[in-house]
Each structure stands twice: as structure tokens, then as C-alpha cells.
């Protein structure tokens, strides 16, 4: 049944636009020459983000800061192995599927460095690589309020998964 619902939904549209004589090839030619400059808009900040978050990764900025927290979430009983997740996640996706991976090898999947990685991981956003591609696409400055709320989103991420850990289980 599932295999046949995508091409039953545009056999239904491709329908529906010859009964109100719609030209199909013309909407879907001026659809994707839309989609490709909204490509080309975002590129720019694509790239630049990119750069940065492996200029980071690579230098070891992600790890000297999970180190200079160390004393805190040591006191805290947050896993070091879930430090560079915090740092890497609001950046990049596949960065951050990388780290999980690495924790979950290392630490084991039911460990708390594990478990609260892969809590992390499915419960956030990379959210600068949003905003940059969000904003870019309409060609908007980002709003004052947009980056706070949204570092304060990704703290809350961690406290959220601790929390999970520490009293739910």
C-alpha cells in the first residue's frame, strides 16, 4: 500500500492540473528554476558555516572547550563523551551523527554518556545551520531575539536529557 502512495498523490495532481488545463511542464519548470535560486541565495552562508564549524572541529576548539567546562559538569555528573555533542550539534548534523556514534561505540548504548547522547541527539536542531539557511532563503536579517532563544534552546537540550537520565530511570 505504501509504495503506491507517492505516485498515486502526483498521478492525482498531474490529474487535477490537466482537468483545470493547468501547463504541468511549465509549472514544474518554473517550480524548479524557484527552487534553484533559493540555492543560490543560501550557498553563501552555507559555506561559511561549514567552514567554520570544521575550522573548529579540526583545531580542537570543540574539545578545548568541553575540557574548560569540565569542572562543572563534573560536578554536575554530565559525561564528558557528551560535552563535544553539545558544542557540535547547533552546527552540523553530520558532525554530530559522528560524535553519537563514537559515544555510543566507546561508552555502549545504555550507558549514561548513550543515553543522553542519542536523548540530545533526537531532541535538537542544528540550529545555526537553520537560521542560515532559513534567513538566507528570504534574504532577512536575523532577529535580535532569534540566536538567545535559540542557545537557550540547545542548553536546554542538555539539562533536558540529564534530567531524563537522572530521575526518570
Known amino acids: ?19 483545470k488545463r493547468t501547463p504541468v511542464f511549465d ?11 533559493a540555492c543560490v541565495r543560501v ?19 570543540f574539545d578545548l572547550l568541553a575540557s574548560l567546562l569540565m569542572p562543572v559538569t563534573s560536578r554536575l555528573n554530565i559525561p564528558s563523551e557528551v560535552m563535544p555533542l553539545f558544542f557540535l550539534r547547533p552546527f552540523s548534523g553530520g558532525g554530530s551523527t559522528a560524535l553519537v556514534d563514537s559515544v555510543l561505540r566507546s561508552s555502549g548504548p545504555d550507558s549514561p554518556a548513550g543515553l543522553i547522547a542519542s536523548v540530545m541527539m533526537g531532541s535538537s ?11 538566507g532563503a ?13 542557545l537557550v534552546g540547545d542548553v536546554m537540550v542538555l539539562v533536558g536529557a540529564c534530567l531524563w537520565y537522572w530521575f526518570l530511570l
Not at 550557498?43 to 576548539?61: D, H, K, M, Q
Not at 536542531?125 to 534567513?135: G, K, L, P, R
Request: charged share 10%; net charge neutral.
Open 1 to 19: 500500500m505504501n509504495a503506491y502512495m507517492l505516485p498515486g498523490a502526483v498521478g492525482l495532481i498531474l490529474l487535477i492540473a490537466l482537468w
Open 27 to 37: 509549472a514544474f519548470l518554473q517550480g524548479a528554476l524557484g527552487g534553484l535560486k
Open 43 to 61: 550557498l553563501p552562508s552555507l559555506i561559511g558555516l561549514l567552514t567554520a564549524v570544521e575550522l573548529c572541529r579540526v583545531s580542537g576548539v
Open 125 to 135: 536542531e542544528t540550529t545555526f545551520y537553520a537560521i542560515s539557511v532559513y534567513y
Open 138 to 150: 528570504i534574504h532577512g536579517k536575523v532577529d535580535a531575539g532569534v540566536w538567545p532563544a535559540a
